[in-house]
């Protein structure tokens, strides 16, 4: 696969990739292209499976803790030959024979990621230097999913990727935002001194089915109360906006990010479609 050429300060990638691993041009090879999808049993990465199982040359593997996640989202794929799912935490290493990491795995939403925050930075350093390791082990490219909150609470909008962020380092939300910001910081530096083929994208608010009802966000928790015939609950102040990205788009994006020649980091989401749903 092609490699970026470097041409700036933060693409400088001193080192050659690693190799692919020989397995993949052994004759027992069926599959061109084997992929590891971590997180694979949540929201977004369950409808990431479901398009890249739509090629048969894709043989996927899902590892997934289900802390949010449910093997419920992957039920159509249980048993096909091209899919195995591994109950696996990330914070632990994990050996698979693979050509591409989409590196999803982590509570997403304030609700979960508060809940053990400790678990959640954990998840996010320990549980990307792990994949990185993978990576580097076997020659695979890496996608990481990170996330519009690293851009904290920006000073600057809309926030396009050359903004640094403006992120509390001990606040209860840092588990998170922070957590992203090293896993970027060390998918840069595995980059830089490894030579590790990496995607880094910024994911914004995304919805669709699968979507956890009681998760706390806003899409979900409008439609829970809608269907229940609540009120919705408006939070001060009531004029915030935000852009909303359906699902499909959101794994087109992915795919395209990982199969295409830019490392990122990239913001992927509604551009300049925000909905005031407060209003
Ligand atoms: O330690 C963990 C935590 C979580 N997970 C799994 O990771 C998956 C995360 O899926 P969720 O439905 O909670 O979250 P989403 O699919 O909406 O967001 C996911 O992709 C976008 C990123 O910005 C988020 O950080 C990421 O979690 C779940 O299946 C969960 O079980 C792990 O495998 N290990």
Sequence with gaps: MAREVAKSENHTSPKPSPS??????SKFFQSNMRILVTGGAG???SHLVDKLMENEKNEVIVADNYFTGSKDNLKKWIGHPR?????????????????QIYHLACPASPIFYKYN???????????TLNMLGLAKR????????????VYGDPLVHPQDESYWGNVNPIGVRSCYDEGKRVAETLMFDYHRQHGIEIRVARIFNTYGPRM????????????????????????????QTRSFCYVSDMVDGLIRLM?????????????????????
Excluded: C, M
Aim: charged share 20%; no cysteine; hydrophobic share 40%.
């Design 20 to 25: 692919p691993s020989p397995l993949r041009f």
């Design 43 to 45: 929201f977004i990465g």
């Design 83 to 99: 899919f195995e799912l591994i109950r696996h935490d990330v914070t632990e290493p994990l050996l698979v024979e693979v050509d």
């Design 117 to 127: 925050p400790v678990k959640t930075i954990k998840t996010n350093v320990i549980g």
């Design 138 to 149: 076997v020659g695979a490219r890496i996608l990481l999913t990170s996330t519009s909150e």
């Design 212 to 239: 956890n009802i009681d998760d706390g966000r806003v899409v979900s928790n409008f439609i829970a109360q809608a269907i229940r015939d609540e009120p919705l609950t408006v939070q001060a102040p009531g004029t």
């Design 259 to 279: 199969d295409g020649d830019h490392t990122g980091p990239i913001n992927i989401g509604n551009p300049g479609h925000d909905a005031a749903p407060f209003q």
